[in-house]
């Protein structure tokens, strides 16, 4: 019963946020309401798809979302802290064209500087990559959108003077519109805030990783190696193209 009345949460608001993307939106390729139970490994996906996920330990379950603990920057590797959802078949591939979107309810509380929500790929991998982030920037928390694709890099950013670290739960989508003006767009809470060129195709092997790096941590500048580790709580998450 608990996950059946959560999901019907999920799903109206996730309907309710649907209505203020693009037209072309496709149907989801994966839902997870981010219920489950103490003692879960499983992240559980209710598309019908089966693309269910490894739940790490660290996780903490709590009623109705799931919480990151924060962890150093500078982080060993930690499988642990992250969820990983195999792809063998390429359901989360990305086409040149079409609608394709990611969205997610967070809530932090701490302005950190890239702490990834949600990824496909990481550093230059054949195929390009989507990584999804809170960023900091000054004394403000800001929400990013970064693709690599077939046709170069695109990135969208909330405005600044806005900080998202204000222990309040925001909507945010990530996503890229249909047609031949295609372009990624960001929205937060029903308003797009942000957009940018279509990156194009992307496809590569990786697993979805979501709340931090699935592979070793990584090497920027003189910044030493970090993992991106997520601090804060998600409640839901879904794809869709």
């Known amino acids: 019963m608990k996950r059946l009345l959560v999901t019907a949460t999920a799903t109206a608001i996730l309907a309710a946020a649907a209505m203020q993307l693009p037209a072309g939106a496709a149907s989801p390729i994966a839902s997870y309401s981010m219920d489950e139970s103490k003692t879960s490994t499983v992240l559980h996906d209710s598309s019908g798809n089966g693309l269910n996920g490894e739940l790490g330990?660290?996780?903490?379950?709590?009623?109705?979302?799931?919480?990151?603990?924060?962890?150093?920057?500078?982080?060993p590797l930690d499988p642990a802290h992250i969820i990983k959802i195999p792809d063998p078949d390429g359901m989360f591939d990305i086409p040149a064209t079409g609608a394709?979107?990611?969205?997610?309810?967070?809530?932090?509380?701490?302005?950190?500087?890239?702490?990834?929500?949600?990824?496909?790929?990481?550093?230059?991998?054949?195929?390009?990559?989507?990584?999804?982030?809170?960023?900091?920037?000054?004394?403000?928390?800001?929400?990013?959108?970064?693709?690599?694709?077939?046709?170069?890099?695109?990135?969208?950013?909330?405005?600044?003077?806005?900080?998202?670290?204000?222990?309040?739960?925001?909507?945010?989508?990530?996503?890229?519109?249909?047609?031949?003006?295609?372009?990624?767009y960001m929205t937060i809470d029903g308003r797009r805030v942000a957009t940018d060129s279509n990156p194009g195709a992307i496809a590569n092997t990786w697993p979805v990783s979501i709340?931090?790096?699935?592979?070793?941590?990584?090497?920027?500048?003189?910044?030493?190696?970090?993992?991106?580790?997520?601090?804060?709580?998600?409640?839901?998450?879904e794809f869709n193209k």
């Open 100 to 184: 394709f979107s990611v969205t997610w309810k967070q809530r932090t509380t701490k302005n950190l500087r890239f702490r990834n929500v949600v990824q496909k790929g990481q550093g230059s991998p054949a195929g390009g990559m989507f990584k999804f982030r809170n960023i900091r920037d000054g004394k403000d928390s800001r929400i990013q959108c970064f693709w690599r694709g077939s046709k170069g890099g695109a990135i969208t950013t909330s405005p600044a003077g806005k900080d998202y670290s204000d222990g309040k739960w925001h909507v945010v989508t990530c996503g890229r519109s249909n047609g031949p003006a295609s372009r990624v």
């Open 211 to 237: 709340g931090g790096n699935v592979a070793a941590c990584e090497t920027v500048g003189d910044d030493g190696r970090h993992c991106n580790y997520f601090f804060g709580d998600l409640a839901y998450m």
């Open 57 to 75: 330990d660290e996780i903490i379950r709590k009623k109705n979302f799931l919480h990151f603990p924060k962890l150093p920057f500078h982080e």
